[in-house]
């Protein structure tokens, strides 16, 4: 029996502690009136639109017209520029090829007031404009339009760089001509409604319509490039197959209820802790804090490799019932050290020997609750198993629910197996706490 160092628990504690007020309150710098986040808090969680209120709605291409994949794709990408150009980076947006649908959700705008979802959704919506302007300016000339591309394709060069080759029509073909003409050597910019999206220069005059837009590409941005190309090129309009708004207020008040639940959950459970189990729960109380803190950083951004986790209301759900969860692991291993002082150990190898024949019960249950988690994420994900029976519009929430509930697991066995045990063998190795009352034995 190998001893841990008593000031472990010292330690452990200070560190729980430290991480349960850095993951809620966070740490922020100032410069002027704009306030960086050096570590994100809990106030730095992206809240779902069931919670901060917003729209939904699914888009179909315009009558009966059959949008090929790449079709759809390209309309996604239409969407996708408006939601950023308006700000709106908080958004969930799937394509649906298969049905041909669209589907897109993203929450209010921070102290909206009046806000007119279908006004909102029809310009989302709208028929975009591909431009080639001469310059770098919204302004300027137009000297080709969307309609004049014939295609747009992400490729590489024989050197191993990526690249977007263009395609024009026969209209095309003579307009680029003169449009390279006049810039050459100077900017063709390319623009989607006001935004640009690229801002070549022309090396050369290109007579034959065909032209490589190259650069500093990666493979995911050449091909973000030429889908935002085609989008300009679409040959249909889209339309609102179903729309709806999420009030914030019913949102807000959801969320209070949620967080009056988890707190009085989580002083119900360390009561309860503490009064059935004295030393191990107070232990266990600790545990279960730094797993809560845990999961919270998981969310909100707080570890910078992470991005932060758009909550919903079922993320909250998993997130309560995660504290089920650790509070059930440290009862286990509690129970067992109580049956190991029945049989006469001491306290520190009854300690010991407790937590060495409850890890496996502790393992199985949680691994168990591994596997539906994950699966979960994997059947209701943004791109799932099941996407091309029952398409996208419905999956979020419960992707929501499984990922909390995930990342609660692990924090259990961050905090509840390893730290929390660690504690209990240095709280067992200090001799004013080896009396058997203090770790649910007789006195």
Same mark, same amino acid.
């Given at each position: 029996?190998? $001893?841990?160092?008593?000031?472990?628990?010292?330690?452990?504690?200070?560190?729980?502690?430290?991480?349960?007020?850095?993951?809620?309150? *966070?740490?922020?710098?100032?410069?002027? #009136?704009?306030?960086?986040?050096?570590?994100?808090?809990?106030?730095?969680?992206?809240?779902?639109? #069931?919670?901060? !209120?917003?729209?939904?709605? =699914?888009?179909?291409?315009?009558?009966?017209?059959?949008?090929?994949?790449?079709?759809?794709?390209?309309?996604?990408?239409?969407?996708?520029?408006?939601?950023?150009? +308006? +700000?709106?980076?908080? %958004?969930?947006?799937?394509?649906?090829?298969?049905? *041909?649908?669209?589907?897109?959700?993203?929450?209010?705008?921070?102290?909206?007031?009046?806000?007119?979802?279908?006004?909102?959704?029809?310009?989302?919506?709208?028929? @975009?404009?591909?431009?080639?302007?001469?310059?770098?300016?919204?302004?300027?000339?137009?000297?080709?339009?969307?309609?004049?591309?014939?295609?747009?394709?992400?490729?590489?060069?024989?050197?191993?760089?990526?690249?977007?080759?263009?395609?024009?029509?026969?209209?095309?073909?003579?307009?680029?001509?003169? @449009?390279?003409?006049?810039?050459? /050597?100077?900017?063709?910019?390319?623009?989607?409604?006001?935004?640009?999206?690229?801002?070549?220069?022309? /090396?050369?005059?290109?007579? #034959?319509?065909?032209?490589?837009?190259?650069?500093?590409?990666?493979?995911?941005?050449?091909?973000?490039?030429?889908?935002?190309?085609?989008?300009?090129?679409?040959?249909?309009?889209?339309?609102?197959?179903?729309? *709806?708004?999420?009030?914030?207020?019913? !949102?807000?008040?959801?969320?209070?209820?949620?967080?009056?639940? !988890?707190?009085?959950?989580?002083?119900?459970?360390?009561?309860?802790?503490?009064?059935?189990? $004295?030393?191990?729960?107070?232990?266990?109380?600790?545990?279960?804090?730094?797993?809560?803190?845990?999961?919270?950083?998981?969310?909100?951004?707080?570890?910078?490799?992470?991005?932060?986790?758009?909550?919903?209301?079922?993320?909250?759900?998993?997130?309560?019932?995660?504290?089920?969860?650790?509070?059930?692991?440290?009862?286990? =291993?509690?129970?067992?050290?109580?049956?190991?002082?029945?049989?006469?150990?001491?306290?520190?190898?009854?300690?010991?020997?407790?937590?060495?024949?409850?890890?496996?019960?502790?393992?199985?249950?949680?691994?168990?609750?591994?596997?539906?988690?994950?699966?979960?994420?994997?059947?209701?994900?943004?791109? /799932?198993?099941?996407?091309?029976?029952? !398409?996208?519009?419905?999956?979020?929430?419960?992707?929501?629910? *499984? %990922?909390?509930?995930?990342?609660?697991?692990?924090?259990?066995?961050?905090?509840?197996?390893?730290?929390?045990?660690?504690?209990?063998?240095?709280?067992?190795?200090?001799?004013?706490?080896?009396?058997?009352?203090?770790?649910?034995?007789?006195?």
């Amino acid at each position: 029996m190998k $001893r841990v160092p008593k000031f472990l628990f010292i330690i452990l504690a200070l560190l729980i502690a430290s991480l349960s007020v850095l993951s809620v309150v *966070g740490v922020y710098s100032r410069t002027g #009136d704009n306030q960086t986040a050096v570590i994100k808090g809990i106030k730095d969680i992206r809240w779902g639109i #069931d919670i901060k !209120g917003g729209v939904e709605a =699914t888009f179909k291409p315009e009558g009966d017209y059959k949008a090929t994949e790449g079709e759809i794709e390209s309309a996604k990408a239409i969407i996708e520029t408006r939601l950023v150009a +308006n +700000n709106i980076t908080d %958004y969930e947006l799937y394509a649906d090829a298969s049905n *041909g649908r669209i589907i897109v959700r993203y929450p209010w705008k921070e102290d909206e007031k009046d806000f007119d979802p279908e006004k909102a959704i029809q310009e989302i919506s709208a028929t @975009a404009e591909l431009t080639f302007k001469a310059g770098s300016t919204y302004e300027s000339e137009t000297l080709v339009d969307g309609s004049m591309v014939s295609k747009a394709e992400a490729g590489v060069d024989n050197a191993g760089n990526y690249l977007v080759s263009l395609e024009m029509n026969a209209e095309g073909t003579t307009a680029f001509a003169e @449009a390279t003409e006049k810039q050459l /050597n100077d900017v063709l910019s390319i623009w989607m409604d006001d935004v640009m999206i690229s801002s070549p220069t022309v /090396n050369s005059v290109i007579s #034959d319509g065909k032209s490589q837009i190259t650069g500093d590409f990666t493979a995911e941005e050449a091909n973000d490039l030429a889908t935002k190309i085609n989008a300009g090129a679409l040959p249909f309009k889209l339309e609102t197959v179903s729309f *709806g708004s999420v009030s914030p207020t019913l !949102g807000s008040n959801s969320l209070s209820s949620m967080a009056i639940a !988890g707190a009085i959950a989580m002083v119900l459970v360390s009561l309860f802790l503490i009064i059935f189990y $004295r030393l191990p729960g107070f232990i266990s109380v600790i545990a279960l804090c730094g797993q809560m803190a845990l999961t919270i950083a998981s969310i909100s951004g707080f570890f910078p490799v992470f991005n932060s986790f758009t909550m919903t209301l079922p993320g909250i759900a998993g997130l309560i019932l995660s504290i089920g969860i650790g509070c059930d692991a440290n009862i286990i =291993t509690a129970e067992r050290i109580k049956e190991e002082l029945r049989t006469g150990k001491s306290v520190e190898r009854a300690v010991y020997k407790g937590c060495q024949n409850s890890l496996w019960a502790i393992v199985d249950g949680n691994m168990t609750i591994v596997i539906v988690s994950v699966i979960l994420m994997l059947v209701f994900g943004p791109s /799932n198993i099941l996407s091309r029976f029952f !398409g996208l519009s419905t999956t979020g929430a419960i992707y929501s629910f *499984g %990922y909390t509930l995930l990342m609660g697991v692990i924090s259990n066995f961050i905090m509840g197996v390893l730290c929390g045990r660690t504690m209990f063998k240095a709280c067992s190795g200090i001799k004013s706490l080896r009396k058997n009352w203090l770790w649910g034995g007789k006195k």
